[in-house]
């Protein structure tokens, strides 16, 4: 089975602070994505990566910067935490561009 | 951007009832999927269909895709209560960005 695995399921934060969210798949899939998801508003895709160190923008990437050194790893980095930026925060990974997502559990993070 | 929306928002049935879920979606595919996600935790894949494809199946899921009207349905047979949950669909679009656009969801309730 795709495993996908992310650092936190709860996050605290404060306002300012720089905030790491890891995730980890163990499929040796090529592609990595993180989304947002907030009610009424579904998944909004935040980047996302095709290959290790490579990376593009997706819907909303306004706040956020990702890393990906090594293909099973992608981080999503909050430079500055805002309390805009509390959210539920989803990883997915897929063997191709077009095809099945595997999800992480989630990792919800309250900014104060 | 939302390509796909899924309608209605919310439905609430009784046990051992038939769901049915809509998504349409406003540009040419290759291909849809179907998600599910169980309260605070990620999702889950259930069905992918080809732009070439009307039907398929799998346990008590049917899905169908008309790409003529920009449209699939999602029906789940004989319900249980541990199908509460919200379904996306999810649209893999041709040119441009082929990554797959998650709707805003529709959330089920099953009631024993």
């Known amino acids: 089975d795709v495993k996908v695995t992310q650092s936190s399921r709860y996050l605290v934060k404060r306002t300012g602070e720089k905030v790491f969210l890891e995730c980890v798949q163990d499929?040796?899939?090529?592609?990595m994505f993180w989304y947002r998801q907030d009610p009424g508003l579904g998944l909004r895709l935040i980047y996302f990566?095709?290959?290790?160190?490579?990376?593009e923008k997706g819907d909303i990437p306004e706040g956020y910067s990702v890393s990906r050194e090594k293909k099973e790893r992608f981080s999503l980095i909050l430079e500055s935490a805002s309390t805009n930026q509390t959210s539920m925060y989803l990883c997915a990974s897929s063997p191709g561009i077009e095809e099945t997502q595997y999800f992480g559990p989630g990792t919800r993070l309250l900014v104060l | 951007s939302q390509q796909g929306e899924e309608d209605p928002q919310a439905l609430s049935i009784q046990e051992g009832e038939n769901a049915t879920m809509n998504c349409s979606y406003k540009t040419s595919i290759n291909n849809l999927q179907w998600y599910r996600q169980n309260s605070g935790r990620g999702l889950v894949h259930l069905i992918l269909?080809?732009?070439?494809?009307r039907e398929k199946h799998s346990g008590r899921l049917r899905v169908t895709l008309d790409t003529s009207k920009k449209s699939s349905s999602l029906l789940i047979t004989a319900s249980r209560a541990a199908d509460t949950a919200s379904y996306f669909c999810a649209t893999a679009r041709t040119g441009g960005s082929y990554i797959p656009t998650f709707g805003r969801g529709t959330s089920l309730i099953v009631h024993p």
């Open positions: 990566s095709y290959d290790v160190k490579m990376k």
């Open positions: 269909i080809r732009s070439n494809e």
């Open positions: 499929m040796d899939h090529e592609n």
